[in-house]
């Protein structure tokens, strides 16, 4: 596994002593209100009434108040992450866990990627438990989610006064997300200065394969984000795979361009490319689907029609890594 390194040439901003993350850049952006807000959220038949927490504090003091609330989570739980997706027709990508992870595991991995997690202004993450149902999310501007069970009430307050946190009646200004020009950009803070330092497809990769997570999309439709149809769509996908060669062991990516009319369609495709050849194993390693709009497909795919009859792969290349 390779290390990653953050930038040291970037200047970490401020607004009136409310200090931000390396990956966010202030444009127009008004000072926050330091502290949290709580609301009452009635549950139903899938879960139970909870608080939601939202808490703002300066970033020097975000970890620890992240890790202080990640105790209050029990022996097994859920990880999450959000991540700004390279999907044409997809703002957002959200991964979860299928099966829990036990917390010592989730918190390993936590730690080990926690300068990115905290730092990058394109990444969210946290856990979820069903038992009892609680969840702890620290979300791209680095704002702290809590759902916690109304008996946890006064312990996640305890939690938010001995980090200097008191209820607020709002932290953000309401309508910061509605206003015509973003109030902060987002920036590099990796060093890629070649192709050893890996980049942040490469760490949600690695916090994918410890957390066990799974794009939280249905595999059998080819959806927008509105909820509309899109038949058959252009995906770039890159899979890894290994050497069959037990004495010689290496892995290698395999690059594809396919037309297919769902997720598990066009993963379905490649592997059955892949078991045409006897050289490398594929073991379910999926680095990145993305579907991608007609206009940016490669030269080499120049001639393919913006409508397509039937799902094929076009193109697929295994490179040595």
């Known amino acids: ?8 040439d970037l200047e970490r901003h401020s607004v009136n002593g409310y200090r931000l993350p390396l990956g966010l850049e202030p444009v127009d952006l008004p000072a926050p209100v330091q502290g949290y807000t709580l609301e009452f959220v009635e549950g139903d038949d899938n879960a ?3 608080y939601r927490f939202y808490a703002v504090t300066s970033f020097e003091r975000l970890a620890p108040l992240v890790h202080d609330l990640f105790e209050a989570l029990p022996d097994e739980v859920f990880p999450l992450v959000e991540v700004g997706s390279k999907d044409a027709f997809r703002a957002v990508d959200i991964f979860s866990a299928r099966e829990p ?14 300068q990115v997690i905290l730092e990058d202004g394109s990444l969210g993450a946290g856990a979820q438990a069903d038992e009892p149902y609680m ?8 704002g702290v989610e809590v759902q916690a069970p109304v008996d946890l009430r006064e312990e996640i307050e305890r939690i938010m006064a001995l980090h200097g946190l008191d209820e607020v009646p709002e932290t953000w200004p309401p309508d910061i997300d509605r206003r015509p020009e973003p109030p902060l950009l987002v920036r590099e803070i990796l060093v890629l200065d070649d192709e050893e330092c890996p980049d942040i497809d490469e760490i949600l990769f690695q916090l994918r394969e410890s957390w066990g997570l799974e794009l939280e999309i249905d595999p059998d439709q080819n959806l927008d984000e509105a909820g509309r149809r899109l038949g058959r769509t252009l995906w770039h996908v890159i899979a890894i795979v290994e050497s069959t060669d037990e004495e010689h062991p290496r892995a290698a990516y395999v690059m594809a361009w396919a037309t297919a009319a769902s997720l598990g369609e066009v993963q379905r495709m490649i592997q059955a490319r892949l078991e045409d050849q006897d050289e490398w194993a594929f073991h379910g390693q999926w680095y990145a689907t993305d579907r991608v709009a007609y206009d940016e497909r490669p030269d080499d795919l120049s001639d393919l029609p913006p409508r397509r009859s039937r799902s094929e792969v076009h193109k697929l290349t295994i490179e040595p890594a």
């Open 101 to 114: 992870v036990p917390y010592d595991d989730f918190f390993e991995a936590w730690r080990e990627f926690e």
């Open 135 to 142: 969840e702890v999310f620290v979300d791209s501007w680095k």
């Open 1 to 8: 596994m390779r290390t990653f390194q953050l930038r040291s």
């Open 48 to 50: 139970p009434d909870t």
